[in-house]
């Protein structure tokens, strides 16, 4: 049995509501030991929040001897920012729960870099006191998530006044790769979802397709999924680009 923890356990509707999931997709998950969960009689299961999030997310840890709290503690912001950096390695503390994940491919950063540039271009005409930021720079949301966007975009009307940048982005995007992708889809998209992110983007270099959502009545709803032609966005008018030259690699 994939066995949870016994503090803090959560029934399965709890779990579904605080990660925006249905309790379908928990059932499965639980079917399919993808999380773990303790076993409290005949089909019936209590889920430890902090442990869910961990194995949907990849690797958790705190990196022994680099800071002082433990690892059944929620952390900080504080905690966070004493990390020592690790060569290869970037990390991210989302409800409290240390993430490390490999530092990215150099086709993320291709593809993330000509995102970039198009997002300038367009941002300077349409509002020329906006700023396009891209990683690593900490956006901090909460006191316990503490996350670093591949691009995310302020608006003048909320500019960047603190570092770690404390202000709630119009669009942020994930460029995913292998070991990040179910961060990127379930743990952020609801932490960018909570912290009332308009828009989120999710870039797949790999699969070349971009997923768009927006935030409507508290909820993220899948505004565009484009894989070839101009990307083109309602809430984005007169921004267009070419997917196939956006994913492209050269020779």
């Known amino acids: 049995m994939f066995m949870a923890s ?58 022994e001897g680099s800071a002082p709290y433990q690892v059944n503690k929620k952390l900080t912001y504080d905690d966070y920012a004493k990390l020592s950096e690790e060569p290869g390695f970037r990390y991210e503390l989302i409800d409290g729960v240390l993430l490390r994940e490999p530092s990215p491919s150099f086709h993320h950063q291709r593809v993330s870099r000509r995102l970039l540039r198009i ?13 396009i930021f891209d990683a690593p720079l900490d956006l901090a949301l909460t006191e316990h998530s503490v996350v670093q966007p591949d691009l995310l975009y302020l608006p003048g009307s909320r500019p960047a006044q603190n570092d770690p940048i404390d ?3 119009e ?30 983007w999710i870039i797949d270099p790999e699969e070349c397709f971009i997923e768009a ?15 070839s032609g101009a990307f083109s966005h309602p809430g984005f008018p007169g921004l267009a680009f070419d997917i196939e030259m ?3 690699r050269p020779g």
Do not use: C
Request: without cysteine.
């Open 167 to 169: 202000v709630v982005p």
């Open 119 to 131: 997002l300038e271009d367009y941002i300077s005409k349409t509002d020329p006191k906006g700023e």
């Open 171 to 200: 669009l942020v995007v994930e460029v995913i790769s292998p070991s990040t992708g179910r961060k990127d889809r379930v743990l952020k998209l609801n932490i960018y979802q909570a912290a009332g992110v308009l828009h989120y």
């Open 246 to 248: 956006l994913f492209s």
């Open 213 to 227: 959502y927006e935030l409507r009545a508290g909820h993220y709803v899948s505004m565009v999924r484009a894989d």
């Open 6 to 63: 016994g503090e803090g356990l959560v029934t399965a509707q709890e779990l579904a509501e605080s990660l925006s999931l249905s309790v379908d997709t928990i059932w499965r998950y639980t079917r399919e030991k993808r999380i773990p969960y303790v076993e409290i009689g005949k089909k019936q299961y209590r889920y430890n929040k902090r442990e869910v999030l961990s194995a949907l997310s990849g690797e958790a840890l705190a990196k």
